[in-house]
């Protein structure tokens, strides 16, 4: 399994977007594939997001299951220091404390982080 770790805000730039074009490229490629959300990427899962730029993130995750991306994972630590709760980002999100997180990347053949 290959991991995509998302450290950034969303709409800071073109990350987000990016990582997701790797994730679907995995699948393509039938290369299994999870995203993982620490630091400021947690901010990426918000139900309630309206860019003035950019299209929302949230259509994006809803459609991963349909191309067999289903292990989305958050850092809990990370949405605490933030003061985010679970019930403020979208669902099918398992929420992992920081050493599964260091289990997790130890655990997949490769990591992709943004």
């Avoid at 990582?19 to 679907?24: K, N, R, V």
């Avoid at 991306?69 to 003061?83: A, F, N, Q």
Wanted: aromatic content about 8%.
């Amino acid at each position: 399994m290959q991991l995509i770790i998302q450290r950034q805000p969303p709409y800071s730039g073109q990350n987000a977007y990016e990582s997701l074009d790797l994730a679907l490229a995995y699948t393509v490629m039938d290369v299994e594939c999870a995203l993982l959300f620490i630091d400021d990427g947690v901010w990426q899962l918000l139900r309630s997001q309206a860019p003035a730029t950019q299209k929302s993130l949230i259509k994006n995750f809803a459609a991963l299951p349909l191309y067999g991306i289903e292990k989305l994972y958050v850092e809990r630590e990370s949405l605490l220091t933030r003061g985010i709760t679970t019930s403020d980002i979208i669902d099918n999100v398992e929420v992992i404390d920081s050493e599964a997180c260091r289990e997790l990347i130890a655990s997949t053949r490769g990591v992709f982080a943004l």
